[in-house]
């Protein structure tokens, strides 16, 4: 092969691998519209971007007290209404339980854990509820999720709610049945049976005197 038919074949391989790095007028004749093409994509993906931050934030506020002040803090309150699910087995004192019992109470079921921290600190605040509300309506009922059942006893001693009766839930199948996607997770029960609320993080005392208060007030469930 001559000189002249390498040179040759060369030239072509280079224009079919990097066409764009020919210097000629062509070139330069497109760049202006591969500019404005870029800007273009670039401006839809900031419009998506956008509308995804909107629309996510339609999602987390759904299902919330319309009344409730936006800046509020607080866990993600989500409010219901649908039959509650059963609720029985044997609590960490070793007792069987089936809240069913409890018909014509209103119910807080707490699912925690004692490797969850926001679980220590929201549990006394439980226990205080209890003993505050008790006698006018209000249960309070634990499930103690994938837990080691000394140490969740150890924690309900240690924060003061020994007496708090907890479901043991070693594989999560009952708090799954419930609905709840980890720890701590809250549902409130009226006294008719049906859930009216789900918190999903720990409550605080700001928030049962917020919520729980109308729930007892409301006679009307048989």
């Known amino acids: 092969m001559t000189g002249r038919r390498v040179a040759s074949t060369w030239a072509k391989a280079a224009s079919r691998r990097c066409p764009a790095v020919e210097g000629g007028e062509g070139d330069r004749r497109r760049r202006p519209v591969r500019r404005r093409l870029l ?28 009344t409730a002040p936006e800046a509020a803090a607080g866990p993600a309150t989500v409010v219901r209404d649908d039959p509650a699910p059963p609720l029985a087995g044997r609590t960490l004192a ?53 837990d080691n059942p000394e140490s969740a006893r150890g924690l309900l001693a240690e924060v003061g ?12 199948t009952l708090a799954v049945a419930w609905g709840a996607r980890g720890v701590p997770e809250t549902f409130v029960v009226d006294r008719s049976g049906r859930v009216r609320l789900w918190v999903r993080g720990a409550v605080d005392a700001a928030w049962l005197q917020r919520w729980i208060p109308p729930l007892l007030a409301d006679r009307s469930a048989p």
């Open 94 to 146: 070793g007792d069987g339980f089936d809240a069913a019992t409890l018909r014509g109470r209103v119910v807080l079921v707490n699912v925690w854990a004692s490797w969850c921290g926001p679980c220590r600190q929201e549990l006394p605040a439980l226990a205080l509820a209890e003993r505050r509300w008790g006698g006018q309506g209000l249960s309070v009922v634990g499930i103690d999720m994938r």
């Open 161 to 172: 709610a020994r007496g708090l009766p907890t479901i043991v839930d070693p594989q999560g």
């Open 39 to 66: 800007w273009s994509v670039a401006a839809v993906l900031v419009l998506a971007g956008l509308g995804a931050m909107l629309a996510a934030g339609v999602r987390s506020t759904a299902g919330q007290d319309p």
